[in-house]
């Protein structure tokens, strides 16, 4: 990690969301939603346009797995491709 | 005169916005800023005084020119346009913009509007081109060697993709003797051509990074200006020409899914908006692809939403380089201490890009997809669902919470300056009240609208793919799967033209220059051996030059004169 945690400057009032405590009940709202949405499929009548759509949960489902996917796709990508800051501006 | 005035009136309204360009910049710097502001809102008064039609026509050579064709499809882009123009000048206001600047994205607007009103394929072309040396200058504008590089290789591009479609309109022309500007498709003369130009102005893959390399390079307020028009006026003339061509599909399910890969590894992130710049592109192409009503009015109006939000993120991160000196996520967190109101539009636009019920994403984008779906395309609507989470993934967690959350990067930068936060207002005001309220929006669009946005199960399938994608965003930041935000370069296809072709050529030179010194050294060896014979030959002790004995000269006079004799003779 190249980001450096940097302390508020003193005398700066401290926020709310400098509260690690703070940030783990966001989370922890997060996951709350995702399971009432995820159990919501239940609850209203669904227009599959493919039958995918009528697997229980199926675009909570395919969301996250996709989106890990995505991430991991792109650090593999990060091996083949990532250079230097100024690869372009050297000569070569 | 007032046959002249029949001829060139109503005026098309990019032609007032060219010539209030080069007005600007003759004016004094506020009346200047100020009156680059009024402009579009009085086009935009003066665009819905004019009756629909075909006016201005113009004949040219053997050819009818139609100079401004107002019918739903060119109002809706020139609406859009008009009203772009009007909030980039606002926020340019607080980017302290020089005259020349400011005349060049005039002049760069202008040229849009002007294109989406030509009915005709030469005032499109001259429009296109001179969008494409106007903007440049808002690239240039930024003033370091690296933004002059890329604005070399942007004019090249897009120079290119103009001489292409001149070449694709030539072809036309001569084998139909039509210049009118209408549907093409690809079986039309000239109609590859043609495509292959709107497709390297629309970005489509491969064809693409000209985008990604240009725009985080320009100016503050630049990159808002040049996010909006050339890629949308693309998108509006694949629209016009080739609606219903099935590739389309492909092609936009690919720009879809293809950069949102590289966006969540970049680091630059006016860069990574340029990402999903493409990647919103190409739920328009998809649509255009599709070609029904339903698709079309979905990729116009997604267009129309798009360019809203897409220029509020710019001008977001506009507001952050401005304030801080940099975009690269590695060197920005915790801004929302100082800068909290940038930081709630830029979450607007967020929202927005993300498709969020109650913002303007989730009423347009949804048509490409119940549209994709409609028509029995699945591995694509596939694709779109997963590029939908994709997009809010890095446009929409990763850009608010790079810049604005994440590590604290101890910058305490001050709030942007009045203008840009009167423009990101206002933008954000327009993404929700499209969102909230998307009637009149879909009232400008070109066919019916039969299409409600909020059912239950749509609100619902829509929170569900997002709020896991937040999810699966948090899983990888807590557990430290997340790549981290590193200052470096991905390599993308500009690699084949920036580094593959340099070094071809430089190899190629350099083949040039040691097959020149082996053939030149070759031809001095010659010579040298040559020389070498003479000498030995001539020289005071040489066969013919030594002069040991007078008796060997009277020996080669006679021999010469005898040959000179048989010569004579033997020619009478």
New interface residues.
């Given amino acids: 990690?190249?980001?450096?945690?940097?302390?508020?400057?003193a005398g700066?009032p401290k926020?709310w969301?400098?509260d690690k405590a703070n940030v783990r009940k966001i989370?922890i709202a997060?996951?709350v939603?995702?399971t009432a949405?995820?159990f919501?499929?239940a609850f209203?009548?669904?227009?599959p346009?493919?039958w995918?759509?009528e697997t229980f949960?199926f675009?909570?489902?395919?969301?996250?797995v996709?989106?890990?996917g995505?991430?991991?796709?792109?650090?593999v990508?990060?091996v083949?491709?990532?250079?230097?800051?100024?690869?372009?501006?050297r000569d070569? | 005169m007032t046959a002249m005035a029949d001829l060139f009136l109503p005026l098309n309204p990019g032609i007032v916005l060219i010539l209030a360009g080069v007005i600007a910049a003759a004016l004094p710097e506020r009346t200047g800023r100020w009156f680059v502001i009024a402009m579009p809102v009085v086009m935009l008064g003066y665009l819905y005084g004019v009756d629909l039609g075909n006016h201005a026509p113009i004949a040219f050579l053997d050819y009818q020119l139609e100079a401004f064709r107002l019918d739903a499809l060119s109002r809706i882009f020139g609406t859009i346009f008009l009203i772009s123009a009007f909030l980039c000048n606002l926020f340019a206001m607080g980017d302290n913009v020089d005259r020349a600047q400011r005349a060049a994205a005039q002049i760069y607007g202008g040229s849009a509007i002007g294109a989406v009103f030509a009915g005709d394929m030469i005032t499109l072309f001259v429009f296109f081109e001179l969008a494409a040396v106007a903007s440049v200058f808002l690239i240039w504008a930024r003033g370091t060697e690296?933004a002059y590089r890329a604005g070399m290789r942007y004019l090249v591009i897009q120079i290119g993709a103009g001489v292409i479609l001149l070449s694709g309109v030539l072809v036309h022309v001569a084998a139909t003797g039509s210049v009118a500007f209408n549907h093409l498709g690809l079986d039309a003369p000239g109609g590859g051509l043609i495509l292959l130009a709107f497709a390297i102005k629309c970005a489509f893959p491969l064809l693409h990074n000209w985008l990604q390399d240009a725009y985080p390079e320009a100016t503050v307020s630049g990159t808002v200006v040049l996010s909006g028009f050339t890629t949308k006026l693309a998108i509006y003339a694949l629209a016009r020409s080739y609606a219903g061509t099935d590739m389309l599909i492909w092609i936009g399910a690919l720009m879809t899914a293809f950069p949102?890969?590289?966006a969540?590894?970049e680091n630059d992130l006016r860069r990574v908006l340029a990402y999903s710049l493409n990647n919103q592109l190409g739920f328009m192409v998809v649509g255009i692809g599709i070609g029904t009503e339903l698709a079309l009015n979905g990729a116009i109006s997604h267009a129309f939403a798009h360019i809203l939000y897409k220029a509020l993120l710019f001008m977001s991160m506009g507001a952050v380089l401005f304030r801080t000196g940099t975009v690269n996520g590695?060197d920005l967190?915790?801004l929302?201490?100082t800068m909290p109101w940038t930081t709630g539009f830029c979450v607007v636009g967020a929202a927005s890009i993300s498709g969020f019920p109650l913002f303007s994403g989730f009423v347009t984008k949804s048509m490409i997809l119940?549209a994709a779906?409609?028509e029995g395309h699945?591995f694509v609507?596939?694709v779109l669902?997963?590029a939908s989470?994709?997009v809010f993934?890095h446009s929409g967690i990763k850009i608010p919470y790079f810049a604005f959350?994440?590590?604290?990067?101890?910058k305490?930068p001050a709030e942007a300056p009045w203008p840009m936060l009167a423009a990101m207002a206002l933008t954000s005001a327009l993404c929700i009240g499209i969102g909230v309220y998307p009637e009149p929006l879909y009232a400008l669009l070109p066919y019916p609208v039969d299409y409600v946005p909020y059912?239950?199960?749509h609100v619902?399938?829509?929170?569900?793919?997002?709020?896991?994608?937040?999810?699966?965003?948090?899983?990888?930041m807590?557990t430290h799967?997340?790549?981290?935000?590193?200052?470096?370069?991905?390599?993308?296809s500009d690699w084949f033209y920036?580094?593959a072709a340099k070094?071809v050529a430089l190899s190629a030179a350099r083949l040039i220059d040691r097959s020149y010194a082996a053939v030149t050294g070759w031809l001095i060896a010659a010579i040298r051996w040559a020389i070498g014979i003479a000498r030995r030959n001539f020289d005071p002790l040489g066969v013919v030059g030594g002069n040991s004995r007078i008796g060997s000269g009277v020996v080669w006079i006679s021999a010469l004169l005898l040959i000179g004799l048989v010569a004579a003779y033997s020619g009478s």
């Avoid at chain 1, 990690?1 to 400057?9: K, L, S, Y």
């Avoid at chain 2, 799967?481 to 993308?492: C, G």
Wanted: aromatic share 16%; charged share 20%; hydrophobic share 45%.
């Fill in positions: 990690m190249t980001q450096t945690h940097h302390a508020p400057p700066e926020r969301l400098d989370i997060l996951f939603v995702c949405l995820f919501a499929d209203y009548e669904k227009h346009v493919h995918l759509e949960g675009h909570a489902l395919y969301g996250f996709m989106c890990v995505l991430v991991l796709g792109a650090k990508m990060r083949f491709l990532m250079r230097d800051e100024d690869y372009y501006d070569g | 690296r949102i890969f590289y969540v590894i590695s967190g915790g929302y201490k119940t779906a409609g699945w609507w596939l669902l997963f989470a994709g993934h959350f994440a590590h604290d990067s101890g305490r059912s239950t199960y619902i399938n829509q929170l569900q793919l997002l709020m896991f994608s937040a999810l699966a965003f948090t899983v990888l807590v799967i997340y790549p981290p935000e590193l200052h470096s370069t991905n390599l993308d920036r580094r070094a």
